[in-house]
């Protein structure tokens, strides 16, 4: 059981905890918290399409820093994650 | 006049597209003739910022002039134009800076355009991410923004509804006498030939004094709130109004998505439209120096164009010295955005014979073109 814990990262996202396992993206976290991503410019939801850092449908805020591709940033313990609301 | 002449527009950009609604509202019979695509050149290329200047008399009249008819234009402008009042802070940095801001405040106060001076506290609560110690600045709250290409296409689609016709994809070799003449051979019958194609325009007139000077942008991603204001510096009066020298000025702009243009940089003798990484760097190491959290933000895209710039960096308006039949509407270096509206009125007064609001002397391509020197 320690090992497993050992391997797990917790995150916040939208203010709610998730864990990972560790190495997982922040985009993973995001969906395991059951949200999507960016918001566009007219207000509607994106997630990610290509998952390799190209179509930066991913964008969240972390840490405060907006427009960081998600599918490219590894969950970090007590990372706090902005996604769509 | 009985008949209508026929009258062709050379370009679509935005101050093209700007005449040709202008004359066809006033029932002339007007052809808009673009090489490209609708304001794909300069218009594209520029930041859109809808700005009151005091560089000269003249450059006052039609910037004030331009920007009214963009106020009574507003409520007709579709939302891909993004227009958006959102005022300029002319920023200073030293009381050198401030010194300037009091004089253009006093300025633009005696002629009715608002103006208020900002107190370091009152800046720093206007634009807090702008570094501290700064002394100061004058916010211009009439100033405005909008997407230049789509506000070409709007001007350009509403004088095709009144009748304007426009033909794209044909390159013009030649006009005067009459007639323009078209790469593919063919010539169509012009009593009056509008020259709007801004760089390029000695091509068409040889001998008009408009040179390109380069300039590059940056868009960002998203950041909204980031600033709230068109922020430049005062510095940039010193720095664009260098002739000869490359030179940077810090000048950002919020667009309504939330995104940011960075600007300016200003260069003659580069006819080269890539991207010159040397000089977009000082850019942006300078727009740090103001807006010192920009340097953590994702630019989008980088790209530069060519402001179409005179010497004594007024537009030329009105018919040319070498052919009388041919109007010249071009040379509006940084401001054709703003001053296309005013530009489009001038040129349709001088063609109707009718006393166009502002004084038309000051632009007419057949005046004298000393260099003048900023007041400053």
Redesign the interface.
């Known amino acids: 059981m320690r090992d497993s814990a050992a391997r797990e990262v917790t995150v916040r996202v939208n203010g709610r905890p998730v864990s990972v396992p560790a190495g997982a993206s922040v985009a993973v976290a995001v969906l395991l918290a059951g949200r999507t991503c960016r918001t566009s410019v007219t207000g509607e939801a994106r997630a990610p399409l290509c998952g390799m850092g190209t179509c930066f449908e991913c964008r969240v805020t972390i840490n405060g820093e907006a427009q960081r591709r998600s599918c490219q940033t590894l969950c970090q313990p007590d990372m706090e994650i902005s996604a769509h609301e | 006049m009985s008949v209508s002449p026929e009258i062709i527009v050379v370009g679509a950009g935005i101050v093209g597209a700007a005449c040709a609604l202008d004359l066809t509202r006033e029932g002339l019979r007007t052809t808009v003739i673009e090489e490209g695509a609708p304001g794909a050149g300069t218009t594209a290329a520029a930041m859109g910022h809808i700005v009151v200047m005091d560089d000269s008399e003249a450059q006052f009249a039609l910037t004030r002039y331009s920007q009214i008819l963009w106020d009574e234009l507003r409520g007709e402008l579709p939302l891909n134009v993004e227009f958006e009042n959102c005022g300029t802070i002319w920023v200073a940095a030293d009381d050198e800076e401030m010194a300037e801001v009091r004089r253009k405040a006093d300025y633009y106060q005696e002629r009715g355009v608002r103006a208020e001076i900002l107190s370091p506290a009152s800046l720093r609560e206007a634009e807090p991410h702008l570094r501290p110690g700064l002394a100061g600045g004058l916010l211009v709250q009439g100033d405005g923004v909008l997407y230049p290409p789509c506000a070409a296409a709007f001007l350009l689609h509403r004088a095709q509804e009144l009748g304007a016709k426009v033909l794209l994809g044909k390159k013009v070799t030649n006009v005067g006498k009459g007639a323009v003449r078209l790469a593919d051979g063919s010539a169509l019958k012009a009593n009056i030939v509008i020259n709007a194609t801004g760089q390029l325009a000695p091509r068409l007139t040889p001998g008009l004094n408009i040179r390109p000077r380069k300039g590059h942008l940056v868009i960002t991603?998203?950041?909204p709130g980031t600033v709230r204001h068109q922020l430049v510096e005062l510095g940039y009066l010193k720095s664009a109004h260098s002739l000869s020298s490359d030179s940077v000025a810090f000048n950002v702009q919020p667009r309504k998505?939330g995104q940011l243009l960075i600007g300016s940089s200003r260069q003659y003798g580069d006819e080269n439209r890539a991207v010159d990484a040397n000089i977009l760097s000082r850019m942006l190491r300078r727009a740090f120096e103001y807006v010192p959290g920009l340097k953590?933000?994702?630019g989008t895209r980088v790209w530069a164009g060519f402001r179409p710039a005179t010497p004594d960096k007024l537009p030329l308006i009105g018919p040319a010295a070498s052919d009388p039949s041919i109007y010249i509407a071009a040379g509006h270096e940084g401001l054709g955005i703003t001053t296309s509206l005013g530009t489009a009125r001038l040129v349709t007064a001088q063609i109707l014979g009718q006393r166009p609001a502002i004084p038309m002397e000051p632009y007419l391509p057949t005046r004298e073109m000393a260099v003048e020197h900023h007041n400053a």
Do not use: E, P
């Open positions: 991603d998203r950041y998505t953590g933000i994702s």
